[in-house]
């Protein structure tokens, strides 16, 4: 007996899914797939990162080798033209008619393209496949100003790829009143909008765009109040139309808004064809995420081995990076009161939006938006779904729990029911990842993508899979190991170690020796810190691995102008100093503060400026302050015995010394230090991550305080210590902390989760337990040795000040959007 013949229509990301999960489940069946692309599936979801270096083949979801390899037969750049349904046939476009006991029609969506006029010129483009990428590409190499028509979740991916190209003015337009409508608030969209902002692009709302102009080739947009925008290249993603022409000439039965009909089993007014992803209409709706494209490719394939499964009204909620922005929604975003009690937390300054709807009797959590930070979204998903009950507190969801009940904040991921969907792109269950872990000994992220699936479709899903590995393992008694990120199987501290012995010096070759693929926004600046950290070699040199801020060697703030500050060791300044400070911030029409670590900011410098500015400020003998890098800020100082009738020692001088020996050393975070001439700690030394108060015999070292959110007083170290002892102690204790902290986490966090706490601490670093107090003092003086002005290199390097140019090829030029308003005989960033 022949095995059926099932004929797939669509070669994308839905229609290989189906043809995975089908042969996973039997080999029972001719499978033949027609592709309409000249290339085999590849991954859409992250289809923005062809303008990052990654490949058509990187995006591949396999290879050709694959279909023979599983007996399919694939035919690629030739789409299907028509069904015969009465004889069972299809007939495609190279003139090829095959017969087929089963179709399933994985024809996906088309780019939503407005009817207006000029729509058809050149430099007019769809962002929907890689072939229109290249088209845009090749253009965009001669455009100075794009524009994206949608600020959906498409419209913003495409502006990603408008940035990405090097474009220097790019700009969105929005017919909605706000950035993606679906799935924020106008309060979330309002925040998203004043972070893109800053990011360089320029947000065009409730704008109707009446034609677009120019000959043959666009020369702008022309909107429907009469402005008109001059534009080089128009990318067009302004939704997605279901690719249902073909079942309409086959007859079956379509929405009247488009979209092939299908009941719970996918199956359309045929009972022998089906429909799966951005095609189906399923209840009157169109999914166009790829989880619920998986699930309907499993149901169908299920059917088709005999099991049973249908489609049920798939969850919605999705996670994203927008241009390095977190944006995420969950649950049931919109509804309002009284149907429910809204918790929101805003944060304008660090651009944090986040709200939560909870019942009204404030048992359970019915959903929820997150921009900014959106780290909590997978366990708040996860709460509305298996209805776990809220802690008393449920603004602890948003805020962290305070207090004693730090550790009751809501159920942890091993308290979710077996049943809990973690992937709901692969549908993978905890019960499935935790049996992987126990039954399979799988102990790591990819063996468990490689076992379940879980994690392989748009990757939101892997830090909780993450946890369950090592949750599990814990459990088990298992040791755990304590890795960077999916790309590196070693821990900060041994990839730290492997860099030290074998002498390497770049990502790249980092990547290459202990890694594999080509790295995320986690490992990259953990390397980066670590590099820098051990050869104190200028990372600007390696721009794309690095956090934003250091990117620049500034904070980036408020308007996308930057920050600068000036290193002012212990908080002394010599008048002419000053005078210096006061002329570049005139001349350069800057904000002047002084800031709680007894330094002076400068604020509103635009990009372009950057280096002139410092040029200027090195020249009085200024230096880098690296107030943007995780390394020493400031040491607080009082004025000690100097000024103060109260003051025992010359906290002054001490606090520069120090200052001056720790300066430009990179660390896991930021670092500050403080000295106080007498008890009456002035300089609050007891709340930084090392604080120096003098005694009558000497000095009383503190260490792991910190300020913040959660504030954490410093524990002594050691008391009335000579200065020669106290610096020996803060060298082994800060190059211990280098080397052994996680990536951002603070002295005080590193010290609560350290087994053994203070005196384990105490143990390493003044009675040299392990026997390592030599090599730590060695390795930070080798930082020392290798001190540079970050500021410096850059104001001597021609190719480095390139970076700092605005617009590529007008570097004179300033940001145009950048805005400013007068506040108290100075000026501040213009309100969003």
């Known amino acids: 007996m022949s095995k059926p013949t099932i004929i797939v229509v669509g070669n994308g990301m839905v229609g290989y899914k189906f043809c995975e999960k089908l042969i996973s489940r ?259 709706m169109i999914y166009g995420l790829v989880a619920p494209g998986y699930e309907m490719a499993d149901v169908v394939a299920s059917y088709l081995t005999e099991a049973d499964k249908s489609f049920k009204a798939f969850d919605m909620s999705t996670k994203l990076k927008l241009i390095g922005v977190d944006v995420a929604s969950f649950g049931d975003a919109f509804i309002t009161e009284p149907d429910c009690r809204t918790i929101i937390f805003e944060d304008t300054h660090k651009g944090i939006y986040k709200r939560i709807n909870i019942s009204t009797d404030g048992q359970y959590l019915l959903g929820g938006i997150l921009i900014g930070d959106a780290d909590a979204y997978n366990m708040l998903l996860q709460t509305v779904n298996n209805k776990l009950v809220l802690p008393p507190n449920p603004e602890d969801l948003l805020l962290g729990a305070r207090g004693a009940e730090a550790g009751d904040a809501g159920a942890g991921v091993m308290s979710l029911p077996d049943d809990a969907l973690i992937c709901s792109c692969e549908a993978v269950t905890k019960g499935a990842i935790c049996d992987a872990v126990t039954g399979q000994g799988v102990t790591s992220v990819d063996g468990i993508k490689k076992c379940t699936k879980a994690g392989t479709g748009c990757g939101g899903c892997v830090p909780m899979v993450k946890d369950l590995v090592v949750g599990t393992m814990k459990a088990n008694g298992q040791y755990v190991k304590n890795v960077i990120c999916e790309h590196f199987d070693h821990s900060r501290q041994e990839l730290l170690d492997l860099i030290r012995v074998n002498k390497i010096k770049n990502y790249d070759e980092v990547l290459d020796h202990y890694g594999r693929g080509d790295g995320c926004e986690v490992c990259k600046p953990v390397v980066a810190s670590i590099l820098s950290g051990l050869w104190n070699d200028l990372i600007v040199k390696q721009a794309p691995i690095q956090d934003s801020n250091d990117r620049y060697l500034a904070n980036i703030q408020k308007g996308g102008t930057y920050s600068v500050v000036p290193r002012i060791p212990g908080g002394e300044i010599t008048p002419d100093k000053l005078i210096v400070i006061g002329q570049v911030a005139k001349k350069y029409n800057l904000y002047t503060k002084i800031t709680g670590g007894q330094r002076i900011d400068l604020f509103g410098a635009h990009m372009g400026d950057l280096p002139q500015i410092w040029e200027e400020l090195i020249d009085a003998g200024f230096e880098s302050g690296h107030a943007y890098g995780k390394s020493l800020r400031t040491v607080k100082s009082c004025v000690g015995s100097t000024w103060c009738r109260f003051g025992l020692h010359d906290s002054v001088s001490f606090a520069i010394e120090i200052e001056d020996r720790y300066k430009g050393i990179r660390s896991p975070h930021k670092l500050k230090g403080g000295v106080s001439g007498c008890i009456r700690e002035c300089a609050e030394a007891q709340a930084k991550d090392f604080g120096i108060i003098a005694t009558e015999k000497g000095w009383n070292l503190y260490v792991c305080g910190n300020g913040g959110s959660k504030p954490q007083h410093a524990l002594l170290l050691a008391a009335d210590i000579d200065s020669e002892t106290c610096i020996k102690y803060l060298d082994r204790f800060l190059m211990f902390y280098i080397k052994t902290a996680d990536p951002l986490t603070r002295t005080a966090t590193w010290l609560n989760k350290m087994d053994g706490g203070l005196s384990y601490l105490k143990n390493v670093i003044i009675n040299d337990s392990l026997g390592i107090a030599e090599q730590l003092e060695e390795d930070i003086q080798g930082l020392i040795n290798t001190y540079h002005c970050e500021w410096k290199e850059v104001v001597e390097s021609p190719e480095l000040r390139k970076r700092f140019n605005h617009f590529v090829n007008a570097p004179e030029e300033k940001d145009p959007h950048a805005q400013f308003e007068p506040m108290r005989d100075q000026v501040k960033a213009k309100g969003w």
């Not at 309409?36 to 990654?54: I, M, Q």
């Not at 991916?157 to 337009?173: C, M, R, T, Y």
């Not at 808004?257 to 209409?281: H, P, W, Y």
């Open 26 to 284: 039997s080999t029972g069946f001719n499978i033949i797939v027609f592709g309409e692309e000249p290339r085999h599936a590849y991954d859409r979801v992250h289809l923005s990162e062809y303008f990052n270096g990654k490949s058509a083949e990187d995006l591949s979801m396999s290879t050709l080798s694959w279909y023979t390899e599983n007996g399919i037969t694939l035919f690629l750049n030739d789409p299907i033209q028509e069904i015969n349904r009465a004889i069972k046939t299809v007939h495609s476009s190279k003139g090829m008619t095959l017969k087929y006991d089963y179709l399933v029609l994985a024809t996906g969506s088309s780019a939503f393209v407005p009817d207006i006029p000029g729509v058809e010129k050149e430099g007019v483009f769809v962002y929907r496949t890689i072939e229109d990428l290249e088209l845009i590409k090749t253009h965009a190499a001669n455009a100075k100003v794009g524009a994206v028509m949608g600020g959906g979740l498409l419209g913003l991916e495409a502006a990603k790829a408008v940035l990405d190209l090097g474009i220097p003015e790019a700009h969105v337009i929005e017919f909605a009143p706000r950035l993606m409508p679906r799935q924020i608030d106008s309060m979330g969209s309002s925040m998203l909008q004043s972070k893109l902002k800053s990011l360089g692009l320029n947000i065009h709302l409730n704008k109707s765009t009446q034609c677009i102009t120019g000959d043959h080739q666009i020369t702008g947009l022309k909107f429907n109040d009469d402005s008109i925008l001059p534009v080089d290249i128009l990318v067009i993603s302004a939704g997605i139309r279901p690719r249902d022409e073909l079942a309409k000439l086959a007859g079956l039965h379509v929405g009247t808004r488009g979209g092939i009909v299908v009941n719970e089993k996918m199956q359309t007014s045929d009972e022998c064809i089906f429909a799966i992803g951005e095609c189906a209409l399923f209840d009157g």
